[in-house]
């Protein structure tokens, strides 16, 4: 269970992975309460939890899509303070690490202090989602000064531990990481299916594999369902494509980790496994890399 924050009170939810943390929040809402979600996880992710039709989300993406909005700070920012200005509810953020690979951190970190400045007055209720490893510990720590740790049940083998909210100090960090070690899956190229192996079960067993390494492959499950093979391969075939330059991205990220830029290769892994900008991903790592 997540705990929810007091009305006008924005709260730093802590967690391994925001998808797993978000489909917790799901089963908490209250139907008759007002909701705004603001997230990178793209509408598919959220329709598996959430009636869509039922609330107002934004998908921070840079893809054309009428449920997108701009990932900058400033869009972010004006939609939170004019939906707070009147009725009352609650607001999902996550996706900061990608504000902050685009805008800096320290714009984040302002971001952060002018909403919880905007809703101190309001009857909403706002959770900033971020997972551990995406930030480092003494961003991690700015943003909790400004948005309390939020308490959360994990579990930590076979035992339950409780993250408790704690307003005046630094929260500590490494024993967070300690109860929830983020588990990074190597990823690896399997061998293409030629179209004369490709079936409804190499398909299936394909998915399952890129599942195994952590990829969302959500894209290509469609294609089990398609009465057409030759189609259900072609989308194959492009899944496999960016299922190929995910692996070289990451290799490439272990380079940047050696070159002490940790907390970036976090993020952009964490992206890089749900196939989404990988383009710009890469422009982005060259650019780290040549400097």
């Known amino acids: 269970m997540i705990e929810i924050p007091e009305k006008g009170r924005v709260g730093t939810l802590i967690s391994q992975s925001v998808k797993h943390s978000f489909g917790d929040f799901s089963g908490q809402i209250n139907d008759s309460e ?11 992710r959220l329709i598996r939890h959430i009636d869509l039709n039922e609330v107002d989300f934004r998908w921070l993406s840079v893809e054309e899509s009428v449920h997108s909005i701009d990932p900058s700070l400033e869009h972010v920012n004006h939609l939170v303070n004019s939906t707070i200005l009147q009725n009352k509810g609650l607001i999902w953020i996550d996706g900061l690490e990608y504000l902050a690979d ?8 302002s971001f952060v202090r002018n909403i919880v400045d905007s809703a101190g007055n309001t009857q909403w209720k706002i959770i900033i989602a971020i997972e551990i490893g995406t930030f480092n510990e003494i961003e991690v720590a700015q943003i909790v000064r400004e948005a309390a740790q939020i308490k959360v049940i994990v579990e930590n083998n076979e035992s339950e531990v409780e993250l408790t909210e704690n307003n005046n100090d630094m929260p ?7 109860v ?3 588990k990074v899956t190597g990823l690896k190229l399997l061998t293409k299916i030629s179209r004369e192996g490709f079936s409804q079960k190499t398909l299936r067993e394909r998915i399952m594999q890129w599942r195994n390494m952590n990829l969302d492959v959500s894209i290509l499950e469609p294609a089990l369902n398609f009465q057409d093979q030759d189609d259900a391969y072609k989308l194959y075939s492009e899944v496999e494509e960016l299922v190929r330059i995910a692996v070289e991205l990451d290799t490439r990220l272990d380079i940047l980790k050696d070159r ?5 290769a976090y993020a952009y892994r964490y992206r890089i496994r749900q196939l989404t900008g990988l383009d710009e991903i890469s422009r982005v790592v060259d650019t780290l890399l040549s400097d």
């Open 34 to 44: 007002n909701l705004m979600i603001i997230t990178r996880l793209s509408p598919r």
């Open 102 to 109: 685009r805008q800096g951190f320290d714009a984040v970190h």
């Open 172 to 178: 500590d960090i490494d024993e967070t990481k300690k």
């Open 180 to 182: 929830k070690k983020i």
């Open 260 to 264: 002490g830029e940790t907390a970036k």
